[in-house]
């Protein structure tokens, strides 16, 4: 086939517009029926930064426009109540890859340490900003700070509370005794003369166990009196009831897992957003604090207008596995979906989100499950990611958006699993899959 100018006038047009929809440079287009001169310029780009519960302040090497250019160093802060895991600079290097990875996880403090004899009621379990207010049981009284915060220095303020027995006052005390009426006096003096103790039951200082204790003790003075003390000892632990993992979610409980004092923490797995109170407390009128959790299915929005704002929408929830092919008879994409339709069961155990761009511009589109995204959102794909139009690719990117491998062929389902399962959050996941028994059959 042959070109006229006028194609090339045509084509240049298309390609001049979306380039300046992308906002990726200033392209001038002059066409005319003999000259037609624009230029791209070939710079390598890595994908933008998004910190979850922070923020990263950028610098380009001339002062560019984009902040995600060859040689961009970006700050990285955390909002308050939350601390930085990773490096505090990451830098564009030229293999379009970030030199690092961070994350901005919510402060915490220590577990409080229940107080003998009380306990305490807190609003956001030990995370940052969180309020907890001690109180004790009926004939104690309260020693230390009634309430403390969770601070961002991962301290409690005040001082840690203990309940103690009030010293009654003197017109109050009374005097148990063993004593010999004769020895009573007009003044008398309460008196004790053990000859022998016999105990039946834990010793004194035990700790005991949930459930009824019978305590007897039998003393003879040294006139062979004999005096008996029987008395029950009753453990009751307070309990709201167990909580169960939300439906395509995970639960990890303190302690027994209901009794009172304890934690409950809930997550979903890849492809699920919770809905609820993602951590509930076991509160001392046996009922658990917050709401109950859900986990409800991912809702992708494609009618989006850029391609960085599709792909935030798996950051932190799924991997993305994008292929690519030039057309839709093409062998290798042929092969692929082949190779990956039966095991969507392993996909889904790794988070794994399938996106497929098939065709050429403007007869392309892309797809993700039953959900087609406009030609344009397709484009803008392959542009920000650099994947090729004319020839078949895969490309693997993980939870934070970070290109982990790409490829030419149609890589197998187990040459996929095994890159995945090297990843570091796989890692956990897989522990936290392995103690609810998750898996493919």
């Known amino acids: 086939m042959e070109f006229t100018n006028s194609h090339v006038c045509f084509y240049g ?28 310029p070939e710079m390598p780009w890595c994908s933008p930064i998004k910190v979850k519960h922070g923020y990263a302040n950028c610098r380009t090497p001339q002062g ?37 990875k961070v994350l901005c996880k919510q402060i915490r403090c220590p577990t409080l340490s229940m107080p003998t004899n009380g306990g305490f009621k807190c609003i956001d379990g030990a995370y ?9 049981s009926p004939g104690y009284q309260l020693k230390g700070d009634r309430t403390v915060t969770c601070m961002d220095n991962k301290v409690w303020s005040g001082r840690p509370a203990s309940c103690v027995v009030p010293c009654p006052s003197p017109e109050l005390l009374i005097f148990s005794y063993w ?25 004194p200082g035990s700790h005991f166990s949930e459930g009824d204790h019978k305590i007897q003790y039998t003393v003879y003075d040294r006139a062979e009196n004999k005096g008996t003390c029987k008395f ?34 809930f997550s979903c797995i890849g492809g699920y957003e919770l809905q609820g109170s993602p951590a509930r407390v076991c509160q001392y009128n046996l009922g658990w604090s917050g709401t109950e959790p859900t986990c409800t299915p991912m809702n992708i929005n494609v009618a989006v207008r850029t391609a960085a704002a599709l792909l935030d929408q798996f950051y932190e929830k799924r991997r993305l596995l994008i292929v690519s092919t030039p057309t839709a008879a093409n062998f290798f994409y042929r092969l692929q979906l082949g190779m990956l339709q039966p095991e969507q069961c392993g996909l889904d155990l ?31 794909l392959r542009l920000l990611l650099r994947i090729p139009h004319y020839n078949f690719s895969v490309v693997v990117m993980d939870k934070h958006g970070m290109d982990k491998e790409r490829y030419s062929f149609p890589p197998t389902p187990a040459q996929l699993f095994a890159l995945i399962d090297t990843f570091p959050l796989r890692k956990e996941e897989m522990k936290l899959q392995a103690e609810t028994g998750q898996s493919c059959t």
């Open 179 to 203: 004593t010999n009426p004769n020895l009573i006096s007009e003044h008398p003096v309460y008196f004790i003369s053990f000859f022998s103790v016999i105990l039946k039951g834990p010793s």
């Open 128 to 136: 940052f900003n969180s309020r907890c207010e001690y109180y004790c």
């Open 64 to 100: 560019e426009y984009y902040k995600n250019v060859l040689g961009t160093r970006c700050d990285i802060r955390c909002q308050k109540g939350y601390e930085l895991h990773g490096p505090q600079q990451l830098i564009c290097q030229s293999n379009k890859r970030w030199s690092g």
């Open 232 to 265: 029950l000892v009753k453990v009751r632990v307070r309990r709201c009831g167990k909580l169960n993992a939300p439906e395509n979610g995970y639960i990890k409980c303190t302690g027994d897992g209901d009794n009172y004092g304890v934690t409950c923490e």
């Open 350 to 380: 790794r988070h794994v989100t399938v996106i497929e761009l098939v065709g050429v511009f403007p007869a392309q589109i892309g797809r993700i499950g039953v959900k087609l995204l406009p030609p344009a959102l397709a484009l803008q």
């Open 13 to 40: 047009a298309l390609i001049c517009v979306y380039l300046m929809v992308l906002k990726e440079s200033l392209v001038k287009c002059v066409c005319s029926v003999f000259v037609f001169p624009f230029s791209l």
